[in-house]
Nanobody, 114 residues
Framework: QVQLVESGGGLVQPGGSLRLSCAASGFSFSAYGMSWYRQATGKEREFVARISGNGQSTNYADSVKGRCTISRDNNKNTVYLQLNTLKLEDTAVYYC???????WGQGTQVTVSS
């Protein structure tokens, strides 16, 4: 069965960086685009970034563009989200998703606080 397991979240000061990982299993990873979303307390889940199956195409939300890089390693069945210059408003649970599917990970908490 499809499994998506995020890791790498934590507490970081404003201006800091984190790299999130999402390990995938149960499907042909390189055949599917992958996405990251986030949900802050009391807010709706929002799109952050997506990457195509071969990694050649990426898209970002305006709120993270220039501060965020999505990448993938198809040999490791893992998609990454590098977050830089973190802001207080980046605090959220971050989820990975197999793009355009109902397959989501359980989420990893990112807290930006001084």
């Amino acid at each position: 069965q499809v499994q998506l397991v995020e890791s790498g979240g934590g507490l970081v000061q404003p201006g800091g960086s984190l790299r999130l990982s999402c390990a995938a299993s149960g499907f042909s990873f390189s055949a599917y685009g992958m996405s990251w979303y986030r949900q802050a307390t009391g807010k709706e889940r929002e799109f952050v970034a997506r990457i195509s199956g071969n990694g050649q195409s990426t898209n970002y939300a305006d709120s993270v563009k220039g501060r965020c890089t999505i990448s993938r390693d198809n040999n490791k069945n893992t998609v990454y989200l590098q977050l830089n210059t973190l802001k207080l408003e980046d605090t959220a649970v971050y989820y990975c998703r197999r793009t355009n599917s109902n397959f989501w990970g359980q989420g990893t908490q990112v807290t930006v606080s001084s």
